[in-house]
């Protein structure tokens, strides 16, 4: 892997890192690819071995398998389940007695 670091473009100027990943799918066909989401803080540094899912009819389409792909999931989830309940106590205080 490599890191390409880019200025997010806003008035603070500051950087974004984005992983270039290399990775070889089950057909064999080698593939790099800039990840679409940039960090301004990045957990890898250049050379590390990272894990990616991809799509086998678009592999240049990837996620890397990391703490934060995993935790997104169950954290929208979470947030989700309090919006409901959030609009249920809402609608319940709102019928008069």
Not at 30 to 46: C, D, Q
Not at 70 to 85: F, K, Q
Request: with cysteine.
């Amino acid at each position: 892997m490599r890191i390409e670091k880019r200025h997010d473009g806003l008035q603070n100027d500051d950087v974004l890192y984005y992983p270039v990943v290399r990775y070889v799918t089950k057909e064999k066909d080698w593939i790099t690819e800039k990840y679409s989401i940039g960090l301004y803080s990045f957990a890898y540094k250049e050379g590390d071995k990272v894990s990616v899912f991809y799509q086998p009819d678009e592999p240049i389409k990837f996620i890397i398998d990391d703490t934060s792909t995993s935790l997104i999931g169950p954290l929208l989830i979470i947030m989700g389940i309090g919006v409901i309940l959030c609009v249920i106590v809402y609608y319940f205080m709102q019928i008069p007695e």
